[in-house]
């Protein structure tokens, strides 16, 4: 019998507001529980153990459920968190592939899973200096090689802050160049009034960063999802 997964929330049908697939169609399942705690994390209802009691503990069969009550017809799934990597997700993606459903994860890099290979896109997003986390180097290149040897496509993504986010972001180029990077600007506004000149604003010292030294390896992206909603929860 399959271990059951703790859930804090399943909502959709939204768009992916970050990272590679962004603007792409999808059903999030956030899950409830994360190894880290980054200063300006937008979510801290899937994090805080005070929250627990909010969360639910599903089966994956419950959780394919309620996904395909969302959404009738096969759609990418987003699975998040917290950290979702701490969940047992293996069977709820062979379900949903059964299925014809994808699935994608973004996971900080701190625990890998056997199942990464089973997904079908792998975002790894290690915390920059902003967060107040350290980086555990070893731990990021075994999530990376966790998902080699079949069809998961791994693509790495640095929330940007301030300089020294910028220059963390070169440092994980240099370590793992065989993978996409895509940088994004960081969202200033969690537990806060929500301004939009300030999160374009910070989109552009962003970008004319990037052009200045001709980093062209590198995909520049805003929150889509924030410059849509702000901070509003379940979109």
């Known amino acids: 019998m399959s271990k059951p997964i703790s859930v804090c929330e399943c909502f959709g049908i939204t768009i992916q507001g970050e990272g590679a697939l962004i603007g792409k169609p999808t059903v999030f399942v956030r899950t409830g529980g994360c190894d880290y705690r980054c200063s300006w994390c937008d979510s801290l209802y899937a994090v805080l153990p005070e929250h627990r009691e909010e969360w639910t503990k599903q089966s994956p069969e419950e959780i394919f459920a309620k996904v395909q009550e969302l959404s009738p ?59 107040g986390m350290d980086t555990n180097w070893k ?69 004319e960063k990037v052009a200045a030294e001709h980093w062209n390896s590198v995909t520049v992206l805003p929150q889509f999802h924030t410059l849509l909603w702000s901070n509003t929860r379940g979109v």
Not at 113 to 123: E, G, H, I, M, R
Not at 181 to 203: H, P, R
Request: net charge negative; with cysteine; aromatic share 10%.
């Open 73 to 131: 017809e096969p759609i990418m799934v987003t699975l998040s968190g917290g950290n979702p990597a701490m969940q047992p997700l293996g069977p709820l993606i062979d379900l949903g592939h059964e299925h014809g459903y994808t699935f994608c994860i973004e996971t900080q890099g701190t625990i890998f899973q056997p199942w990464f290979a089973n997904l079908d896109y792998l975002t790894i997003s290690p915390k920059p200096p902003s967060s």
């Open 139 to 207: 731990k990021l290149e075994r999530c990376c090689e966790a998902a080699k040897g079949k069809s998961c496509t791994v693509v790495l993504k640095v929330v940007i802050f301030d300089d020294l986010d910028y220059g963390y972001a070169h440092e994980v180029a240099t370590r793992f160049p065989e993978y996409p990077l895509y940088l994004q600007t960081g969202n200033e506004n969690v537990g806060a009034g929500f301004s939009l000149e300030q999160v374009l604003g910070k989109t552009r010292w962003l970008v």
